[in-house]
């Protein structure tokens, strides 16, 4: 019995193969148009929060442990908007007394790491944060001193993911992917308001792409142009930690003294 020739395999493989190569170019085209609607969204959020020129606010910090004991901390912000490049920002603590005196301070930037200095009175002196500790938890608190930064528009790469509404409000969902290596998460999944222009939910993920934290921002109001939050909680998914940072007056277009922002100045 004579045998029938085997079909070519490359025969059978080529109708597949050539709908993938087809559907690459429609998937490259989707992956960029997300890409540009996500970067536009944070563009805009950017612009719409431009102009303050300083800011000045007392706050509250409550941190919850995993059992629900709460600590509270009273602390004072100035911001300094950057024209040229990042913000600057100095926190400092007013009570209780074992963190009394402590102060941080930040100069973010747009495309190197961010400079960040902490003061601590009890052994009278300054620590620099090296880019290698920014992921580290500020104060015992659940937010990491990289969360404490400006959030420049250049730090992050972005892609729309859709529209969805948090707590009624309508709002973009997109994906930002930290540039520097020295991040200690390896994405952020942020719910931007429509109308705020500004974060209602943050969804931090690790390193090993697991998610970590959960931030939620309320209690918008405007002030000016502005809408600025006054309140951020911050939760540990994973450590079942809690943090939460209350806005109890806010001030923007404040005299602020320029010399203040200035590591060689944290000691005085």
């Not at 409550?62 to 908007?81: F, S, Y």
């Not at 950057?82 to 600057?88: A, M």
């Not at 973010?108 to 500790?133: C, G």
């Not at 859709?162 to 998460?185: A, L």
Request: proline share 3%; net charge positive.
């Amino acid at each position: 019995m004579k045998r029938r020739p085997r079909r070519p395999i490359e025969t059978t493989l080529a109708p597949a193969a050539l709908g993938v190569m087809l559907m690459l170019p429609a998937a490259a085209a989707r992956g960029n148009d997300a890409a540009a609607k996500g970067l536009e969204i944070a563009r805009s959020s950017e612009k719409a929060n431009e102009g303050f020129g300083t800011e000045r606010a007392t706050m509250t910090l409550e941190l919850i442990n995993a059992h629900g004991d709460v600590t509270r901390r009273k602390m004072r912000l100035e911001i300094l908007e950057g024209t040229t490049d990042g913000d600057r920002s100095l926190s400092v603590f007013d009570w209780p007394a074992d963190v009394k005196g402590t102060k941080l301070l930040t100069f973010t930037h747009k495309k190197a790491d961010d400079d960040q200095w902490l003061y601590l009175p009890a052994v009278k002196r300054v620590k620099r944060i090296s880019s290698n500790n920014k992921s580290g938890s500020f104060m015992g608190s659940e937010f990491a001193y990289e969360d404490l930064a400006g959030q420049e528009l250049e730090k992050f790469t972005y892609r729309y993911l859709d529209d969805q509404k948090v707590d009624g409000r309508d709002c973009w969902r997109i994906q930002r992917t930290p540039v520097h290596s020295g991040s200690g998460y390896k994405r952020q999944v942020t719910w931007t308001d429509k109308e705020y222009l500004g974060p209602v939910k943050i969804e931090f993920y690790d390193r090993k792409d697991e998610l970590l934290k959960v931030s939620t921002f309320a209690g918008y109001k405007r002030q000016g142009k502005f809408w600025r939050w006054t309140k951020i909680t911050m939760d540990n998914v994973q450590t079942k930690k809690k943090s939460i940072l209350t806005w109890e007056a806010r001030e923007l277009g404040a005299k602020l003294d320029a010399s203040r922002f200035d590591s060689a100045a944290l000691e005085e």
